[in-house]
C-alpha cells in the first residue's frame, strides 16, 4: 500500500460515508476501491465491512437529534441486527471464495435497480405515517434480522432496504429513519467484522485510510441527507453501480 492508494483509500471512504447515508450504497463505493488496490474479492469484501463500521460511527454521532428518546425502541431492532450480521458474516466464511466472487456482480446489480426503482424516501415516509398505528409493527423486527444476514454477507443496498423498511413500519420522517438505519446497519457490520478480525484475514494497510475517510463521510452524511437533492444522488449512484456490476461480471465469467 503506497502513499497514493492511501489517500485514494481516504477519498474513497469519505464517498462511501456519504453514498452510504444518502443512498445506502456505501459498498458499491468502498468495495471496487478496495479491489482496485489489488485485494481478492473475498478479502476486498471482509476489510469493507471492518472499514464501514466508522461510517456508522460517524453517521450516529452526526444524528443524535434523530435518536433522542429512541432507545427502548431501537433496542429489539439493533438486537435482530446483531443476531442477523452474525448469520451473514458466517455464510461468507463457510462458503468458498469461488462462489462469492460469481455471486457478487447480481448482488451489486440487484442492489443498484433497487435504488432506481425504489420510489423516492419521501413518499415512503408519507405513506408510512398515514398507515402507521401507535405500536411498531411485529414484521419491523424481523425484516431487520432478515436483511442483517444480507448485510453481513455483503451489503450493498442493505441500507436501502432497511430505510425502506423503517419508513414504511414506523411512520417517522426521512431524518428519523434514516438514523435507525444508520444504528441498525451499524450493528450488523460490527458484528459481523469482530467475526471477521478474530476468523478472517483484514488487510489493515487498507482497512485503516479507508475507515478514516468513512468516518469523515459517516460524519458529513446526515447533514446532506437533511439538505441535499437525494433522488439525483441517489441515481447517479445506482447507475454507476450498474456499470460496477457489468465489469465485476465480465471478470467472474468469463
Given amino acids: 500500500m ?3 492508494e492511501a489517500l485514494l483509500l481516504v477519498l474513497a471512504g469519505v464517498g462511501a460515508g456519504l453514498a452510504g447515508s444518502v443512498a445506502g450504497l456505501a459498498s458499491l463505493v468502498s468495495y471496487p476501491a478496495l479491489l482496485a488496490t489489488g485485494l481478492p474479492p473475498v478479502t476486498a469484501n471482509v476489510t469493507n465491512t471492518v472499514a464501514l463500521v466508522l461510517t456508522s460511527v460517524g453517521s450516529i454521532s452526526a444524528s443524535r437529534p434523530e435518536l433522542t428518546g429512541q432507545g427502548r ?8 441486527a446483531v443476531l442477523g450480521g452474525s448469520a451473514g458474516a458466517a455464510l461468507l466464511l463457510l462458503t468458498p471464495a469461488e462462489a462469492f466472487e460469481r455471486v457478487v456482480p447480481v448482488l451489486i446489480g440487484g442492489a443498484a435497480l433497487a435504488i432506481l426503482l425504489q420510489r423516492p424516501p419521501r413518499e415512503l415516509a408519507e405513506e408510512g405515517a398515514r398507515a402507521h398505528r401507535r405500536r411498531d409493527p411485529w414484521w419491523l423486527v424481523a425484516g431487520t434480522a432478515v436483511v442483517a444476514v444480507y448485510g453481513g454477507y455483503f451489503g450493498a443496498a442493505a441500507g436501502v432496504l432497511l430505510l425502506a423498511l423503517f419508513l414504511l413500519g414506523t411512520g417517522e420522517p426521512l431524518p428519523r429513519g434514516n438514523a435507525f438505519k444508520n ?18 484475514p483484514v488487510a489493515w494497510g487498507a482497512a485503516l485510510p479507508l475507515a478514516l475517510g468513512c468516518l ?36 467472474a465469467y468469463r
Avoid at 469523515?216 to 460496477?244: E, F
Fill in 183 to 200: 444504528v441498525t446497519l451499524g450493528a450488523a457490520n460490527a458484528v459481523a467484522a469482530v467475526g471477521f478480525v478474530v476468523l478472517s
Fill in 73 to 80: 425502541r431501537l433496542l429489539p431492532l439493533v438486537g435482530a
Fill in 216 to 251: 469523515v463521510g459517516g460524519r458529513l452524511g446526515p447533514r446532506v441527507v437533511r439538505h441535499a437533492p437525494q433522488q439525483a444522488l441517489r441515481r447517479g449512484i445506482a447507475l454507476a453501480g450498474l456499470g460496477l456490476a457489468v465489469v465485476l461480471a465480465l471478470d
Fill in 2 to 4: 503506497n502513499v497514493v
